[in-house]
């Protein structure tokens, strides 16, 4: 672990780029010219974006220059497709990596400024729904940081992730406009706007005695770039994020003009634009509307052409292309890249089949996300044949060579045929996206270990079983920049005190903090660093929900997606069970340990059991909360949406940490490492990336508790009764027949209802097979939380293990193992 990584290899550190008068002199400059104001009748936002303005001014040099070097150089690049990216805030972020923050900080001063009232007024980018898109965000610092050269592709949704309120506990979704108030940080080129087809029918013609078919589309719109700018952390490099925007194009407007109906056009301008109005709000259960396919084709195809046109030099020999980019495919959300990748070749760049396709299996890897599935996106043969008519021809001849490869290794095995099959036959005919990325991808991986392990074992076998090697693991990453530094400063400066400031891009180094583990000092000042973070929360969570978080309590955080496999649903029964031998007298109030129960998660507004559990937690809540008899021992708080500028605050204050999914379902899990990183012990079960957590912390730092993946499979085949397990154990009996009881919804029984007997005859996350287990668990937390000291110690062993999981690590893996992308230095 020690060896100096060539992929960490930094550039030459410049100097800070400005003193405090030159700052000042840009921030005044900018007000004048960018916003047409003076200091002082410059609005909260006119300062905001005249800061944020000046900061993006001094990154423009370096990025003009990167972009030229990386065009010049003609290296291998990495094109990173993903539709989400869920970049949180980019002042702060920006200030750190350029080494601005002291000199603004003071420069605002100057002006009678104070910095974190602006800080405060940035509306983040919600560009993602969770995990999947957080990581994107993740791996795009790392790259820059790690001076990998790449681009991010993906799409400028003009509102992101809703924006969720409760009303009477319920979950309720308002449009996230987060454009409303400007964008300083994008750069528009709608004169690099591209036309983008669909639609339409396809024809054959005769090419030289030879028959070939050809698309005729029948509309379009037009793709337009939005620039980011992706700051490297102190190595004076700046990658490029480019996010496309849809617009209506001339041509499709004046046919209809012509013909006299000018509101018939502006709804066609509408039609167009609606492409990239909203991210869809599904996290793991793709809806399979139309929509969403326009947005997915129109962003790949849109980055491959840009590529193409923008990255190569003129006349460039196409078949030279796996020694310039490789397109990692987040997910199946971007795989319709692959067939329009043969398109472009084979109809537009007149390659010969199988020479366009010996090209695109170099130049596609695909990375999976999920178990579950209901996740793996399949697109019926209907839409997809209407909206791309070409594109569906070339999948059927893709899976017909590929079928035809299988036959020829396994014979008539038409089982196996059916199963491998790129196009499902029921319930309809659709196309199977995952299939059709791991045929087409040089690599394969999941996204932890024991994910890697699962996809090629139970979903994916018989494409390991034909494609040795193809298969992949890289354990996932969190940027210790945003998560540690930024997010934590008092940690930070505790780590840079001790260890020097190597780390935060060296994460390994985490490791000399064993060593303080034993340190008197160094734990009471880890704790009152701790401390100082809860003070901050509650501060936030004052001042933002009106909540007061009470002192000295352990605080027991669970957030990310509402999703059964996560299993809330198992945190509110502990949540009930400790209530309820409260108030039943069995266990006195005042012998409890102090714990503030912090949720964070939305769910898909279609979700309704999801949204159920919602409302229950806040009932839960509600009851809990004010019930005197509780003494204030227990607290249940869930600020409404939770997104990356809550998870900088709440993590670092986090005592417990809640990784409690079904054995076998969360593929990896991100939050789960920011927690550990930030010194919080997880209570999890054997799943994802916990695995691995468990593996470095060791035994003594880490709550294990339920089945594990083959014994959740041994139960489901001996058959899964839930009902057994409430008939055998009183707690659980208890804590139900409380909720059915009409306990936390006002005496009315039917309100819960579904979540009970959902709970009692369904159970499909095993919620009651691993209660008792997460129970005695959560007894052992009380227990180890009482001796302060022991439990300080075991957080910054947490701490001082977990460097594997900076986001770098997992960057370097993908380099290794797929990539091959050499660094620029
Ligand atoms: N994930 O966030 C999503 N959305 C999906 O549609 C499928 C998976 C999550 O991706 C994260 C990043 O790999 C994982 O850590 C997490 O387990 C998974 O649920």
Not at 183 to 189: C, D, K, L
Not at 273 to 289: A, F, M, R, W
Not at 310 to 323: A, I, Q, R, V
Request: some cysteine.
């Amino acid at each position: 672990s020690s060896k100096p990584s060539h992929a960490l290899a930094l550039a030459p550190v410049p100097t800070p780029p400005s003193t405090v008068d030159g700052f000042v002199k840009q921030f005044l400059e900018n007000l004048n010219l960018e916003r047409g104001v003076t200091l002082s009748t410059a609005s909260p936002n006119d300062r905001y974006i005249a800061l944020a303005t000046t900061v993006r001014d001094f990154l423009v040099a370096r990025w003009l220059e990167d972009i030229r070097r990386q065009k010049e150089a003609q290296a291998k690049g990495v094109c990173y497709l993903s539709a989400e990216y869920l970049l949180g805030r980019q002042l702060d972020n920006n200030l750190l990596a350029t080494r601005l923050t002291d000199i603004a900080t003071e420069a605002l001063a100057a002006c009678g400024i104070d910095i974190d009232e602006l800080r405060a007024l940035e509306v983040e980018p919600g560009l993602g729904n969770g995990g999947l898109g957080r990581l994107a965000a993740c791996f795009i610092d790392s790259l820059a940081t790690m001076s990998v050269p790449s681009i991010g592709y993906g799409i400028r949704y003009e509102y992101g992730i809703f924006r969720q309120t409760f009303v009477d506990g319920q979950q309720v979704e308002q449009p996230d406009a987060w454009l409303t108030l400007g964008s300083p940080w994008e750069f528009a080129h709608p004169e690099a706007a591209q036309t983008i087809s669909f639609g339409g029918y396809t024809e054959t013609f005769d090419e030289g005695g030879v028959t070939r078919s050809r698309w005729v589309p029948g509309w379009n719109v037009q793709a337009v770039p939005y620039n980011y700018m992706v700051s490297g952390y102190h190595n004076g490099r700046v990658n490029t994020l480019r996010l496309w925007r849809a617009v209506a194009t001339d041509a499709f407007d004046l046919r209809i003009f012509n013909s006299g109906d000018y509101e018939k056009a502006v709804r066609a301008q509408t039609y167009a634009e609606n492409i990239s109005k909203v991210l869809y709000p599904e996290d793991s259960t793709p809806q399979g509307k139309e929509l969403r396919l326009q947005q997915q084709y129109f962003f790949v195809a849109a980055s491959i052409r840009d590529f193409l046109d923008h990255m190569l030099t003129p006349g460039f020999d196409l078949s030279k292309l796996p020694d310039r980019v490789i397109f990692q495919l987040n997910d199946t959300h971007p795989v319709i890249a692959v067939p329009e990748f043969m398109r472009v070749l084979v109809d537009e760049e007149h390659m010969e089949w199988d020479a366009a396709w010996e090209i695109t299996q170099q130049c596609f890897a695909y990375t999976c996300h999920t178990l579950l599935p209901e996740a793996l996106e399949v697109w019926s043969v209907e839409l997809l044949g209407r909206l791309l008519p070409r594109h569906l021809e070339i999948i059927y001849r893709i899976n017909d060579e590929f079928l035809a490869a299988v036959r020829e290794r396994f014979g008539d095995d038409e089982m196996r045929i059916r199963n491998m099959s790129i196009i499902a036959e029921s319930p309809e005919r659709s196309v199977r996206m995952a299939y059709l990325a791991t045929v087409a991808g040089a690599k394969v991986n999941g996204v932890a270990e024991l994910h890697s392990q699962l996809l090629r074992e139970k979903v994916l076998p018989d494409f390991d079983e034909f494609y040795p090697g193809k298969f992949t693991n890289v354990t996932n990453g969190v940027t210790p920049r945003r998560f540690l530094r930024l997010a934590n400063p008092g940690l930070a400066g505790l780590i840079t005190d001790a260890l020097g400031a190597g780390w935060t891009v060296d994460l390994e180094r985490l490791r000399g903090l064993e060593s303080f583990a034993e340190d008197p000092e160094f734990r009471a000042r880890f704790a009152e660093v701790k401390a100082a973070n809860k003070r901050v929360l509650s501060d936030v969570l004052r001042a933002r929900d009106g909540f007061e978080v009470s002192d000295g309590h352990m605080l027991d955080v669970m957030v990310k997606r509402l999703h059964e496999y996560k299993r809330q649903m198992l945190k509110v029964l502990h949540i009930v069970t400790s209530y309820e031998r409260i108030v039943s007298g069995r266990v006195r109030a005042e012998d409890v340990q102090g714990r503030a129960f912090i949720f964070g998660a939305k769910a898909a507004p279609g979700y309704v059991m999801a949204k159920r559990i919602i409302h229950l937690i806040n009932a839960v809540g509600e009851v809990v909360n004010n019930d005197p008899r509780v003494e204030g021992r227990l607290q249940v708080l869930f600020p409404p949406n939770y997104n990356v500028t809550l998870a900088e605050r709440v993590i670092p204050a986090a005592d417990l940490s809640e990784q409690i999914s079904l054995a076998g379902k969360e593929a990896s899990g991100t939050g789960n490492m920011k927690f550990a990183l930030n010194g919080a012990l997880t209570i999890g079960t054997d799943d994802g990336a916990n695995v691995e957590i468990r593996e470095l912390v060791g035994d003594d730092n880490f709550f294990l508790f339920g089945m594990t993946e083959p014994e959740v499979e041994e139960l489901w085949t001996r058959g899964y009764k839930p009902a057994e397990f409430y008939q055998q154990d009183e707690d659980l009996r208890r804590a139900i027949d409380l909720i059915a009881s009409g306990a936390f919804s006002n005496g009315d029984r039917t309100v819960f209802e579904p979540i009970v007997s959902n709970l009692l005859y369904d159970d499909r996350f095993m919620v009651l097979a691993d209660y008792a287990s997460y129970i005695r668990a959560q007894d052992r937390v009380d227990a180890a939380y009482a001796d302060q000291d022991a439990w300080t110690k075991a957080a910054i062993l947490n701490i001082a293990r977990c460097g594997f999981f900076s986001s770098d690590r997992s960057i370097r893996d993908y380099i290794d193992r797929i990539w091959h992308t050499p660094p620029m230095l």
